[in-house]
């Protein structure tokens, strides 16, 4: 495999039983920026973006 | 492009899915992890994982599984889980901590449970794992699973 993938930074939300002060996309938004100061990044540094989904918790 | 973090380079990744039908596999033999982990060391050049690595993240939100994915990950001979587990081996100090951040069995963030494998995986790397780091570590394994039973196991094996 390629030689030059690398993980420079991570994020992760609050852990938490209960997240009333969030919703599903803030949160998201939470590790997002989390992981972006992790990694010393802006968002403008990112080139792509791959997500992993559930539809049916997120009623999409 | 300069980064904050010391990067944790991915050296293996591969994942492989069994039947979903339980009754069309044996429950107690996990050839998809199998799979996934032989894939994985031949990426990044492995060939004795239990001497190779420093550090293994396993998914174990049941009791039983670390035993059976020892077995799965080629770490114990088939049938020799337990013994790998009293040898000591895989405990903290010994030659391949297994779940030094206490594993799924100590926290389960359900649908992110293999992704924070990862994430331990990459902190014993750079060093950053605090309390629970296993010095000096280098190599660290992440497993995770999706699917009733072991289905589908994902391997990835970082380096520093």
Redesign the interface.
């Known amino acids: 495999m390629g030689r030059r993938a690398a993980i420079v930074g991570f994020g992760q939300t609050k852990g938490s039983s209960s997240r009333r002060d969030v919703t599903g996309v803030e949160l998201i938004n939470e590790a997002v920026r989390a992981a972006l100061a992790d990694a010393g990044l802006g968002i403008g540094d990112i080139d792509a973006v791959v997500i992993g989904n559930m539809d049916h918790f997120e009623g999409s | 492009?300069r980064?904050?973090?010391k990067?944790?380079?991915?050296?293996?990744?591969a994942y492989c899915s069994d039947s979903y039908t339980l009754g069309y596999r044996d429950l107690a033999d996990p050839r998809a992890l199998r799979a996934a982990a032989q894939k994985a060391y031949r990426?990044a050049g492995i060939a004795n994982p239990l001497k190779e690595l420093d550090a293994a993240e396993v998914y174990d939100a049941y009791s039983y599984m670390e035993l059976m994915w020892y077995e799965g990950l080629g770490l114990a001979a088939e049938g020799k889980g337990a013994e790998l587990l009293r040898s000591g081996a895989t405990e903290t100090g010994g030659e391949l901590p297994v779940n030094p951040s206490g594993g799924t069995l100590s926290?389960h963030?359900v649908?992110?449970a293999g992704?924070?494998r990862?994430?331990e995986a990459?902190l014993q790397v750079r060093g950053d794992a605090g309390r629970r780091q296993v010095p000096g570590a280098k190599r660290a394994l992440a497993h995770g699973i999706n699917g009733p039973c072991g289905q589908c196991h994902a391997v990835m094996i970082?380096e520093a």
């Open positions: 492009m980064f904050r973090q990067p944790a380079w991915i050296r293996g990744a990426m926290a963030p649908l992110v992704l924070v990862l994430i990459v970082v």
